[in-house]
């Protein structure tokens, strides 16, 4: 790694902080001029947060060096799988973790 001076990663730092806090400050604001929020987007609202962790998550369990492996010799899939179910029918998430886990480690 190229030697960087600390003083370009503080100004970095305190810019992304910056940039992170107007970003938000600008749709709260947005947000309370406009009075309410839309039913349109009240409505898509709650599922904002499983759909980011779906698209953190999936591509961690698709691919495997690289290459989109969709067959049972993936094994993250396999536990992600058999975690969703847990998930699904249990609705408890240190039960899916656990189960999750295990089963990844038993493929292994």
Excluded: C, K
Excluded at 30 to 59: E, N
Excluded at 84 to 100: D, I, P, Q, R, S
């Amino acid at each position: 790694m190229a030697n960087v001076d600390s003083t370009i990663i503080w100004i970095a730092i305190v810019g992304i902080a910056i940039g992170t806090y107007v970003l938000r400050s600008v749709f709260l604001l947005g947000i309370q001029r406009l009075g309410d929020i839309p039913p349109a987007i009240s409505t898509v609202l709650p599922f904002v947060p499983i759909a980011v962790f779906a698209a953190l998550i999936t591509p961690d369990l698709a691919y495997l060096d690289g290459l989109l492996v969709l067959s049972p010799r993936n094994e993250q899939l396999m536990a992600g799988l058999v975690a969703f179910v847990v998930a699904w029918y249990t609705e408890n998430m240190l039960l899916t973790v656990g189960v999750g886990m295990a089963i990844l480690w038993f493929l292994q």
